[in-house]
Structures are given as structure tokens and as C-alpha cells.
């Protein structure tokens, strides 16, 4: 009997000191790191707002939403108790399409884009712009070149791009290249045209135009397309690691003061190289993912490639580039435009950038064959019809199922052309800011009615179409509350509403920069809504998109960004 209650009391003693321990450790699994409460509480969840009176977060991930007694519940001694004071959180901002390793080199860089981004209104601000610039930072950072970025000629005064003539104002000792906004063209002065080897005996390359001045070979400094681009690529990608470290660093500044958690480089060649050392470093603090030119698809065999990041990096897929720019009217369409570019007639159609459909097929098939994501790049319809012609003949080769290939852009898409985006099961990225910066330029170029129905978002969304929207910074600064009020509003610099069936509201709006762009990228299970589970990516508003007045929406101020539960970025 003496032994049977001795041993009955260790294994009471033995429970009692389990079940201490299992509490212990309990708490540990339960206390939070931080408790958010106070203001609106935005899970993107669903099909309406949902608003949680609190949310905590635990080793970087969300590990609770609810009521706010819950949730002190998880309050520990080393719990942080963040009271938002009115203010409004929601999930981290996912671009939809945007240029990361450009965001650097837009931050050190002249500001040659127009009112309200910039104050070139007219070739001599942009002149005196560049000048300015030069003599505030020198050239150390630019590799040699005076650099000024998104002159916008819909908007100048003089509605046409600066010639050599005019950047030799700036300097005619040094090379001066000033990028168009679109990202497509840019212009340099005599000492430019020197340094690129260009000449009158250059030849256009295939997909690109170098102009010439009036009745003679001689190139005006106007490079388009593939004539434009490469060159734009190399100086824009840094020599050095201490320089593409400062790109990187102020573009990744830049990108978290606008709210980004993720963020992605839309056309990667060398710079994926600059990218991954960085990341491998420790360095990047985003996760930003890379989608690689397919001239050099060497890169998609790399480590890299995954749907996984590494250290807050991975390759995502593969970029496809079908035309150019239609504010610059070097979209390919079907139709001509209305008013031609210098140096083309009427009737002109803008052009294709890989005119051979085998080639396109090639590019495609490789992409459907390895399992790769595809971004293609299609702004006129003629250029959607391209990649149409190509997906489906390798979807009946190698099948299409889930594999949200991606169309960015389709800015003059036909509504008839969203039945092959659904067919094709494609991801519609549009671009409705345009309809705010462009959409007057575009009643002039394509006609009123046509633009009218630029970026069809909303038309896409009733046909069950996955869409997101997206800034393709630098064409303007990496703003998502400016994306917010373009999508929602559709309104253009005079005030006309282009298309007021394609408003999206508030909420949708707000989807397409958080949890549609989260799938988008096959990163749905991890980001996009405040979800237990997910990754506690998150940003503080100063005031609830989805209860102002939406012609304020791009007045909102991004005052904190959170990634992982790590405060990356907060308004001083």
C-alpha cells in the first residue's frame, strides 16, 4: 500500500511538472511579438471588407485577427502594443508589373517628367533640368553620361522629342541621354550619338528606328525601340558593385515609402546578376522577384529559379516583349494611327518588336516546354493577337493548366481579344494610370471613342479574368495610392473620365495591388491578406481607402511599412 502511494504521487509530481512545462511553453507559442489595434483593420479578405479589431503577429507571420479581447490574450511581457490611432492597415503592396533595378537609377537621376511628378513642361525645363542636375551630383553615379528620365512629348509644350540640337544645350562635351517615360525611346545630344557609335551609315536594327534629320541619314538623336533599349539597359546597369549598391539601396528606399512588401524587375538581363549578389549579400530587405529577357534565357537555368525566394530573391519567369509603347505610338495595331510619329506617313500602325511569328513560337514553346511563367509584353492589338496565335498552338502542344501566363499592359486591346485572354487562362496586368497621364493624348492619336476603352479592367473582371494593375515605374513614381485613384476614377488631366464602365471599385482596386497580385505570382498561400499564416507583410495608412472620397485617394500617405512583422520603412 506504502509503495503504491509513493509511486502514485511521483507520477502526480512528474504530470504536475509536464503539465507546467507544456504551459510554459504555451505561452511562448502564444505571446506575440506585436499587437496592431486602434483603427481600421483591412484583411482583404473575401469579397467585402472585413475589419478585425486587432491582428498580431508572431516570428514574422500573422498569428491571430479578431477581437481585440483575443487578442490580448497573446500579450506577453515582451509583446509590443501598437495602437494605430485611427489610422488604417493593410496588407503590404504587390505591383503588378513594375521595374525594381530602374527604381534606383529614377532616384539618382534628373526628373524630367511632367507636372505633377516632375516641372518639364515645356524642351527648355527639361534643358534647365539637366543642367541642374549636372551640377548638384557630376556624373560619377551615371558612368560618365549626364541622365535624365520620363520626358513625356504628349505633354510638352512643343509636342515632339528633344533633338540632339537641344540636349547639346545641356552639354556638348559630355554624352546627355534623356529617357522617355514610356521607357521605349530616348534622346541624346552630338557627344551621345559619338559615344554609342551611331552615324548615318548605322542601320536601323530589326524591332527599333533610329530618326534622321529631314531629308538626309543623318540620326536627330532619337532612338526608338531596340535602338533605344539596349542602350538604355547598359547604362542604367552599373559597372561596379559599390554602384549598383547604391542603385539598389535607393531603390529599394523608394519602393517601401510607397508601401511595396514585394516588388519585381519586369525585364531582367545583366542586372539579375547585380540582383542576386546583393540578395546574396543580405542586402535585400523586399522580396522582388525577376523575370529574364528571353535574349538571354541562359539566366532560367540559374539557382534562382524558383517559387521559393532566397534570401528575399528569386527568378519568376520569363519576359516577352511583342511591341512598344502606344503614348509613343510604337504599339502595334491593326489600325493606323491618327496622327503619325516624325518621320512616318499615313496609315502608319506602330510595328512589331520579333516580326516573325516562328520566332515568337520559338520563345513561347520554350517557355510551355520548362514550366516557365511567361510576362509577355503586348500593348496594341495586333501585338495581342501575336501572342494569342503563339499560346494557343503550345497550349495544344504541351497544355495549359495553371500556369497564369501573364499579359501586361494591353492598353488598346479590342473587347473581343478578353475572350482569348480567358480562353487562354491569362493573367490580365492592365494599366489603367494611363487613362489619367495619356488619356487626352490618346482622344488625338486612336480617336475618343477607342479611348474610351483603354485598359478594359473592369471588362476583364466580368469575364472571370484574373487582373491586377501596376505602375511599370519609372514611367511614373512606384505610387500605389496613385494606382488606387487612376483604377478607380479613370480620370485624365482635363477631367474627362475615360471609360466609366472600367472603374473598379475601392475594394477591387485595393485587391489588384494586394491579394490578385499575390496571385499573380503563385504567392497566394503566403501573402496578400491578413491571414494567420500568412506573412505579416503590412502597411499603415493614414486613412481607409475604401471610406473616402475616391477623387482623394491618391492624396493618402503611406506612414509605415512592415515586412515580416520588421518595420522597413516609416514616415518622419
Not at 45 to 64: L, M, N, R, T
Not at 207 to 224: C, F, M, Q, Y
Not at 262 to 278: I, K, L, S, V
Not at 537 to 564: A, G, R, S, Y
Amino acid at each position: 500500500m506504502k509503495k503504491t502511494l509513493t509511486l502514485f504521487l511521483v507520477l502526480l509530481m512528474v504530470a504536475f511538472m509536464s503539465c507546467n512545462q507544456s504551459s510554459k511553453q504555451n505561452n511562448v507559442i502564444t505571446s506575440a511579438d506585436a499587437i496592431y489595434y486602434g483603427g481600421d483593420i483591412i484583411t482583404m479578405e473575401g469579397d467585402s471588407a472585413v475589419y478585425p479589431e486587432a491582428v498580431a503577429v508572431k516570428a514574422g507571420q500573422i498569428a491571430f485577427a479578431g477581437s481585440k479581447v483575443e487578442a490580448e490574450k497573446m500579450k506577453g511581457d515582451s509583446t509590443v502594443m501598437r495602437d494605430l490611432k485611427g489610422k488604417t492597415l493593410v496588407p503590404g503592396f504587390i505591383d503588378g508589373h513594375c521595374h525594381f533595378f530602374a527604381f534606383g537609377s529614377q532616384a539618382i537621376s534628373a526628373n524630367l517628367l511632367a507636372p505633377p511628378d516632375g516641372t518639364s513642361n515645356n524642351i527648355d525645363d527639361l534643358v534647365n533640368e539637366l543642367k541642374a542636375w549636372y551640377q548638384k551630383n557630376g556624373t560619377d553615379k551615371t558612368q560618365g553620361w549626364i541622365v535624365g528620365i520620363g520626358f513625356d512629348d504628349a505633354v510638352l509644350k512643343e509636342k515632339r522629342f528633344p533633338t540632339k540640337d537641344d540636349l547639346d544645350k545641356v552639354s556638348t562635351d559630355l554624352p546627355v541621354m534623356a529617357t522617355h517615360i514610356s521607357g521605349h525611346f530616348c534622346s541624346v545630344n552630338t557627344k551621345g550619338l559619338e559615344v554609342l557609335g551611331i552615324t548615318a551609315a548605322s542601320k536601323d536594327p530589326e524591332g527599333g528606328v533610329i530618326r534622321r534629320v529631314k531629308g538626309s541619314k543623318e540620326p536627330n538623336g532619337v532612338l526608338e525601340e531596340l535602338a533605344a533599349i539596349p542602350h538604355m539597359f547598359k547604362l542604367v546597369t552599373p559597372p561596379t558593385k559599390e554602384l549598383a549598391d547604391s542603385y539598389l539601396d535607393a531603390g529599394q528606399k523608394m519602393a517601401a515609402s510607397y508601401g511595396y512588401t514585394t516588388c519585381n524587375e519586369g525585364r531582367a538581363m545583366g542586372n539579375h546578376e547585380q540582383m542576386a549578389d546583393y540578395a546574396t549579400r543580405g542586402k535585400m530587405y523586399l522580396d522582388v522577384n525577376s523575370w529574364i529577357d528571353y535574349s538571354v534565357p541562359q539566366h532560367m537555368g540559374s539557382e534562382w529559379y524558383s517559387k521559393e525566394y532566397k534570401s528575399h530573391y528569386r527568378i519568376a519567369g520569363l519576359k516577352l516583349t511583342l511591341d512598344g509603347s502606344p503614348q509613343g505610338r510604337t504599339a502595334w495595331r491593326n489600325s493606323p494611327y491618327l496622327i503619325p510619329p516624325d518621320g512616318q506617313k499615313k496609315g502608319y500602325k506602330g510595328y512589331p518588336a520579333i516580326p516573325k511569328d516562328e520566332d515568337v513560337q520559338k520563345i513561347v514553346d520554350s517557355a510551355f516546354a520548362n514550366n516557365w511563367q511567361l510576362k509577355a509584353h503586348a500593348n496594341g492589338d495586333a501585338a495581342a493577337d501575336q501572342l494569342f496565335r503563339a499560346i494557343g498552338k503550345a497550349s495544344a502542344k504541351y497544355g495549359n493548366e495553371d500556369r497564369r501566363n501573364i499579359l501586361i499592359h494591353g492598353q488598346l486591346i479590342r473587347m473581343d481579344q478578353l475572350d482569348s485572354i480567358k480562353k487562354y487562362d491569362i493573367v490580365a496586368s492592365l494599366f489603367p494610370m494611363h487613362t489619367f497621364y495619356w488619356g487626352d493624348w490618346y482622344k488625338e492619336i486612336i480617336g475618343p471613342d477607342k479611348a474610351q476603352q483603354i485598359s478594359p479592367i473592369k471588362s476583364a473582371l466580368k469575364k472571370g479574368i484574373r487582373v491586377t494593375s501596376h505602375t511599370d515605374a519609372p514611367v511614373a513614381f512606384p505610387n500605389m495610392m496613385m494606382i488606387l485613384w487612376t483604377t478607380v476614377n479613370r480620370v485624365s488631366r482635363t477631367g474627362t473620365v475615360m471609360g466609366p464602365d472600367e472603374k473598379l471599385t475601392p475594394y477591387e482596386a485595393l485587391k489588384s495591388i494586394t491579394i490578385w497580385g499575390a496571385e499573380q505570382f503563385f504567392e497566394e498561400e503566403k501573402k496578400g491578406t491578413l491571414t494567420v499564416g500568412k506573412l505579416a507583410d503590412m502597411v499603415v495608412l493614414d486613412k481607409n481607402p475604401l471610406k473616402v472620397d475616391p477623387m482623394t485617394l491618391k492624396d493618402i500617405v503611406v506612414l509605415e511599412t512592415i515586412k515580416e512583422g520588421k518595420t522597413i520603412y516609416e514616415k518622419k
